[in-house]
């Protein structure tokens, strides 16, 4: 069981590894990012708390996926099975335990510790073979897979966007309509495997056309209701509200041409770093996307031309 | 037509494809035989561009990648898609405008399940009906009959056989003998990196002796069974 655990470590060097980042700094990194985007999310929420649980619940959902338990079910015995799946639950739900004993929120972190334990009990074979229909059928894949694979969180979106409107808080719904372009930007995190580049016939201008289109056409119908709902609840906020929307837009065009700048493989530390500074700082995206666009074209013309 | 001349494919300092020449027809079946890293993947990746090498490969069509069909040995799909879905994104790169799948669906797959939940056998039969759906000109099939029930072997000779009948240019590789030789013209053995031997039909048995006799050779004897 032990060496079990020491193959996850092994695992995540070799990513960070792979990333051009050692392992140490990564975890550093990590911990950094993570205490950062819970300050901010508690900072500029009021429903901070509920979210937060939320996303602790769907991070351990994660560890009852059924080919994950497999594979542990398949290697250990069934007393190391259930150690290794309280071990495993226990130390992802800590680190939303510990931030939410620093906001004082000790109820809900006693929540997330006792959702934990059942759920080591839990595996999701049930929902393995569910189909859930999305408005993409006929512009595969990105939107998709990130549509099925999301759909709870933009669910949540949709309900927190109807609170912002029912109790007048213009700020929670406005940040809800750019959480889904948010979530929308995640569906191009990871590259695809070069079969499905390799396929098309367009050349790489044709083939970023073709990518940020559909992406633009997807994120559209995505984001259709939460902008009506927010044109029609608060109409005297409309240049905010189009602002959000057409800076949702700029930032997917740029995750696109930043995704493919690295293709087929992932984007490293220093385009990982430069990216992110332009996303909290947007005017540096003028410079940013050009940069991207013409790297992207570089990488995709090996593989389309 | 696929004419390779002089195909050198290297990596690192490992040599993979040793000067490979050829010219394979169209409307012929052309099979390709070889011991696990002979270098057969290695040569249809660099047919399909998908490697680069030294060398040169022609077709009357150009680029080759738009007009050819690659099944690979172990077809890859993604995550949350139905195979109705995987169909569509084959078609839509290559800009063909077409949702009829069930009409077309011969091996009658289930096609608005997710494809990742197929078996390994009903996976290469989608991936086969993608290339096929994408109506190619060039068809490279690495192990077509790999983990296929005896049912779809059938059906996939026939639909082989329909291919040739249209003049299609088809390079198949297969370790099952006996499946090559019912579906193809010629058989070129690949041995380290280099062609060795070209078969036709009529001496197709007697390079499948030889075969035999390298392969086994006194190995049994050393079983003692």
């Known amino acids: 069981m032990k060496y079990y655990f020491k193959l996850q470590y092994l695992r995540l060097q070799r990513t960070l ?23 901010y999310l508690f900072y500029k929420l009021d429903f901070a708390n509920y979210i937060y649980v939320f ?49 004082s929120q000790h109820l809900m972190a006693a929540s997330v510790l006792s959702i934990a334990v059942p759920l080591t009990f839990f595996e999701s074979n049930l929902i393995k073979g569910v189909k859930i229909p999305t408005p993409f059928k006929k512009w595969p894949f990105e939107f998709i897979m990130g549509f099925r694979k999301t759909f709870p969180l933009l669910l949540l979106s949709f309900v927190l966007c109807i609170i912002g409107v029912q109790v007048d808080n ?26 499905f580049t390799w396929i098309h016939t367009r050349n790489a201008n044709g083939f970023l056309k073709h990518k940020v289109l559909l992406a633009f056409l997807c994120v559209s119908i995505m984001s259709l209701p939460f902008l009506l709902l927010l044109l029609l609840s608060f109409p005297s906020n409309y240049l905010w509200i189009l602002a959000i929307q057409m800076l949702g837009y700029v930032f997917l065009l740029s995750m696109i041409f930043a995704k493919y700048s690295a293709y087929p493989n992932e984007m490293n530390v220093p385009q990982g770093l430069l990216y992110g500074l332009s996303l909290w700082f947007p005017p540096m995206l003028l410079f940013v996307i050009p940069i991207f666009y013409f790297k992207s074209v570089r990488q995709l013309k090996q593989i389309l031309e | ?30 099979g390709i035989v070889g011991e696990n890293g002979a270098g057969k993947t290695t040569l249809f990746k660099c047919i399909a561009g998908m490697e680069n090498y030294k060398g040169t490969i022609k077709s009357e069509y150009y680029p080759i990648k ?28 290559r800009k063909i405008d077409t949702e009829d799948f069930e009409a077309q669906n011969i091996f009658e797959l289930p096609l608005n399940e997710y494809a990742e939940n197929y078996s390994t056998g009903m996976k290469k039969k989608l991936a086969l009906m993608g290339v096929l759906l994408q109506k190619n000109d060039l068809y490279v099939l690495d192990e077509p009959f790999n983990g296929v029930d005896i049912h779809s072997n059938i059906l996939i000779n026939e639909i082989i056989n329909k291919l040739k009948a249209s003049k299609k240019t088809i390079l198949i590789s297969s370790h099952i003998f006996s499946s090559l030789s019912d579906s193809c013209d010629e058989i070129h053995l690949l041995k380290e990196g280099k062609f060795v031997k070209h078969a036709t039909k009529d001496s197709f048995e007697s390079l499948n002796n030889e075969m035999k006799e390298f392969v086994i050779g006194d190995r049994l004897n050393k079983l003692n069974l």
């Open chain 2, 66 to 93: 738009n007009h050819m069909g690659f099944l690979t040995t172990n077809p890859e799909f993604l995550s949350k898609i139905t195979g109705w879905e995987y169909l569509k994104l084959l078609c839509i790169a």
């Open chain 1, 55 to 103: 996303f602790a619940i769907i991070s351990l959902l994660n560890l009852s996926d059924i080919k994950h338990v497999d594979k542990i079910k398949a290697i250990f015995s069934a007393k190391d099975y259930r150690k290794i799946r309280f071990i495993e639950n226990l130390a992802l739900s800590l680190p939303f335990v510990f931030y939410l004993v620093y906001e």
């Open chain 1, 17 to 39: 590894s792979e990333l051009g980042i050692a392992a140490p700094l990564g975890i550093f990194l990590g911990i950094v990012i993570f205490i950062a985007i819970s300050k």
């Open chain 1, 170 to 195: 213009f700020n929670l719904s406005l940040f809800c309509l750019g959480l889904v372009f948010l979530i929308a930007m995640t569906f191009y995190f990871k590259p695809e495997k070069i079969y």
């Open chain 2, 1 to 30: 037509m696929i004419e390779i001349n002089e195909l050198h494919k290297s990596f690192g300092s490992k040599e993979v494809l040793k000067g490979i020449s050829y010219n394979f027809t169209s409307g012929m079946v052309h």
